[in-house]
């Protein structure tokens, strides 16, 4: 028994062009070859209607995807052998067997619907880099996550080799097209560093627990999670000249805070952005910070720079007894 379409929705074409939807039928095939219905349409004056047809390997790619699973899995669970599980998926087998196609689907704990209406079935999110293909014009694993390389900074193989800071012209290796990352944990821990860019959010606190002259501004996840902050404060510049305009007033820099697996997200770029908004609406000019390490290329990146006369950093170690 060959399964390759379920429910062929066939609509007769009038004379005119418009369609006869009162002699419209559907026509449930399980032995028969899509070629074969489509062939008869055409001889009996009708024409299949387009997107129909169950894609049935990205349907099994997306289930492979929503459950975690890779092809070696599933055909371990299902019992198929992975390479039928692979041509099928890559299309080259037209007409898969009924009782082949059920198992893998169950195997990747989806369900089968024949002559269901379309609202009555959810169909499992689509893969995102289906249409991605490497160097060899081959898919990449459904169940892991894709992203194309436009840079080093973009493939963790350039990360530990530290040659990201190199000019093109000396990478000592060409970047591929794109890259995943096979170790679950490691998946795991990227989507959910993700979720965080995309739902962080950022606000300002006020009240009694802040100075006057002080600013706080903190960055919290949906459910209230503390993943940044920041604390600055204003003061008078003629504390440090001596003269001025007593209205004028200058930004210190306290500190950034960053939780640390939420490192690398642009968080501390928007707290600062926040007070450099902040500041555009007090209409405060300078802001002054002192930094070292990661601190230092943040700031840079921020709009920061150095300043000729920088103070000294200095160091005290308690006497050991």
Avoid at 73 to 85: K, M, N
Avoid at 87 to 116: K, Q
Avoid at 130 to 141: F, S, T
Avoid at 196 to 213: K, N, S
Wanted: charge should be positive.
């Amino acid at each position: 028994m060959s399964f390759h379409r379920v429910i062929h929705k066939v609509v007769h074409r009038s004379a005119t062009g418009v369609d006869n939807r009162a002699a419209s039928v559907e026509h449930r095939s399980v032995g028969e070859p899509v070629d074969a219905v489509e062939r008869r349409a055409v001889e009996q004056g009708t024409a299949v209607e387009q997107g129909t047809a169950v894609e049935l390997g990205r349907t099994l790619r997306a289930l492979r995807r929503r459950a975690d699973l890779s092809q070696r899995e599933l055909a371990e669970r299902s019992g198929v052998p992975q390479a039928t599980l692979a041509r099928i998926e890559s299309g080259r087998t037209r007409d898969p067997r009924f009782r082949t196609v059920e198992r893998l689907v169950r195997a990747a704990r989806g369900d089968l619907a024949i002559g269901a209406p379309a609202g009555e079935v959810l169909p499992a999110p689509e893969v995102p880099h289906d249409e991605m293909r490497d160097e060899a014009g081959r898919r990449y694993p459904a169940h892991l996550d894709v992203w194309e390389v436009r840079e080093p900074r973009d493939w963790p193989g350039a990360w530990w080799a530290d040659w990201y800071k190199l000019p093109p012209e000396r990478y000592p290796l060409p970047l591929p097209p794109a890259t995943y990352e096979r170790n679950r944990r490691y998946r795991d821990n990227r989507r959910r560093r993700e979720a965080v860019r995309r739902t962080v959010r950022l606000r300002r606190v006020t009240g009694a627990d802040v100075p006057h002259t002080g600013w706080r501004f903190v960055a919290e996840l949906p459910d209230g999670e503390l993943v940044g902050e920041l604390r600055a404060h204003e003061r008078d510049p003629h504390l440090r000249y001596g003269q001025g305009l007593a209205h004028e007033r200058e930004m210190v820099l306290d500190g950034i805070l960053v939780a640390y697996d939420y490192r690398r997200l642009g968080i501390g770029r928007q707290l600062v952005e926040a007070l450099v908004a902040g500041m555009r609406e007090r209409e405060i000019v300078s802001a002054y910070a002192i930094a070292d390490g990661p601190g230092i290329d943040l700031l840079l990146a921020c709009g920061f720079r150095f300043e000729a006369s920088r103070p000294a950093a200095l160091r005290l170690d308690r006497p050991r007894r």
